[in-house]
């Protein structure tokens, strides 16, 4: 199962998640990025980096976040590409 970006990183920006992922799977849209769950090997390096606890291992996103699952599988086949660290949005 990959991991998956939720609720608690809309409008953060921060970004610093970015930076960890070994296999480049971050993707952004104006307010959160979501994670390609082809790409993600589940390795959760970008776990602990993220300062609002807003990435999760699909299998531990609890049920008021279930739809980002989808979100993200959907989303990052047509956002673009996030690979290195931008200034936060708050
Ligand atoms: S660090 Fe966390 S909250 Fe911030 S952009 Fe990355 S996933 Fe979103
Ligand atoms: S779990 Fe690993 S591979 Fe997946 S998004 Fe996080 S850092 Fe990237």
Redesign the pocket.
Known sequence: M??VVTEPCSGCKNTV?VT???????HEDKRMLV??PD?????????P?CPTKA?L?AIRVPPKWKYFIALNAENSKTLPLITAQRKPLK
């Open positions: 990959p991991h998640c960890v992922c070994p296999v480049n799977c971050f994670i390609d790409e993600c090997i589940d390795c959760g390096a970008c776990v980096e990435i291992p």
